[in-house]
């Protein structure tokens, strides 16, 4: 083999080694959806009904999300989970949350496999089946913020892990008098596949 095939051979393999590399990162334009699995550790005072203290359990349940990025950098995502039963003292509610997040990708662009991120945004949170006879939880509408890093399987399959938080208070009534609040403050941690179009 000639000098000018060694050398265009290796030109062709570069520059196809370099597409490949610039096609996993995040970048202006891209599409996701995400699926996954995560923990939510909700915090140890969670307040009173009518003077009795409240114990909420932590629970765990399926995460999913879809986001867009408006820039390399810059995107928003929307991300919730299925309906989680939360035991408490004397019975249950469930409990399912829908962030709008405003995300930061500080390597989109580049042709970094990793892809860490940062999130700010809104939280609001629907709870409903409440067990306990004519106890009503109010929904919950707050700041939310979360940090997490994807890494590059394919161009177009990722692997993640990340954290939230959100700062979640429900007022409750009792026979639609009010009796107290519950604070959760939920700390989620979870890992997800995603599909990046």
């Known amino acids: 083999m000639n000098a000018t095939r060694v050398i265009s051979a290796t030109a062709i393999v570069a520059a196809s080694l370099v597409a490949a590399q610039s096609a996993v990162a995040y970048q202006s334009g891209d599409i996701y959806v995400r699926g996954g699995y995560a923990k939510s550790d909700v915090s140890d005072d969670n307040g009173q009904i009518a003077g009795q203290d409240i114990n909420v359990q932590d629970e765990q349940g399926i995460t999913y999300g879809a986001g867009y990025l408006f820039t390399d950098h810059l995107g928003v995502e929307l991300t919730g989970s299925e309906a989680v039963e939360h035991d408490m003292t004397g019975g249950s509610f469930e409990r399912t949350p829908i962030n709008l997040m405003a995300n930061y990708f500080p390597l989109g662009g580049t042709d970094s496999r990793v892809q860490p991120y940062a999130g700010i945004g809104v939280n609001h949170t629907y709870f409903s089946n409440e067990s306990v006879a004519n106890v009503d939880l109010d929904h919950s509408t707050s700041f939310t913020g979360q940090l997490g890093v994807d890494f590059a399987l394919t161009d177009n399959l990722m692997i993640g892990s990340y954290a939230q938080?959100?700062?979640?208070?429900?007022?409750?009534?009792?026979?639609?008098?009010?009796?107290?609040?519950?604070?959760?403050?939920?700390?989620?941690?979870?890992?997800n596949l995603t599909l990046r179009f």
């Open 165 to 191: 938080y959100a700062d979640v208070e429900s007022d409750v009534s009792v026979n639609g008098q009010g009796a107290g609040s519950l604070e959760l403050d939920p700390l989620t941690v979870g890992g």
